[in-house]
């Protein structure tokens, strides 16, 4: 297995079992979740980002479906599943499942990740809690 492929596939399993993903991360590593104008920069910012997704407004983990990595890039196409525990886009939880299809892209730089952009079908996901 390929380094790029082997560092891929130890952040999965570390962000599944809510270990120390942000140690994947260069430290000027940037995250953006595409479609809701969410951005963040640097390893504790960007772990922020992610554990407030997975672990604060909502209980959930990623169902990995392909995982794709190529010379300094990589890519996920995974389920988004879960609770929905706390306030997220302004909607009071409920306690609701969700299950959301999305993909993020990766940027990968001396053996970390230095690039996240996120693509989560927001309107989907809005949907799920609200109806």
Do not use: C
């Not at 790029?4 to 809510?18: A, N, S």
């Not at 992610?50 to 196409?77: M, Q, S, T």
């Not at 609770?83 to 892209?105: C, D, L, T």
């Amino acid at each position: 297995m390929g380094t790029e492929r082997q560092l891929m596939q130890d952040y999965l399993d570390t962000l599944v079992k809510r270990g120390d993903y942000p140690a994947y991360f260069t430290d000027d590593v940037v995250a953006t979740v595409e479609w809701a104008d969410q951005r963040a920069e640097g390893r504790e910012a960007v772990g922020q980002l992610i554990r407030y997704i997975h672990e604060i407004a909502f209980d959930a983990r990623p169902e990995l479906k392909n995982l794709l990595v190529d010379d300094g890039k990589a890519a996920i196409e995974a389920d988004f599943a879960g609770i929905h525990i706390a306030e997220f886009a302004g909607i009071a939880p409920a306690g609701r499942e969700v299950r959301v299809p999305y993909s993020v892209v990766y940027d990968i730089r001396g053996n970390k990740i230095s690039a996240l952009r996120i693509y989560l079908p927001m309107g989907v996901l809005i949907e799920q809690l609200t109806s």
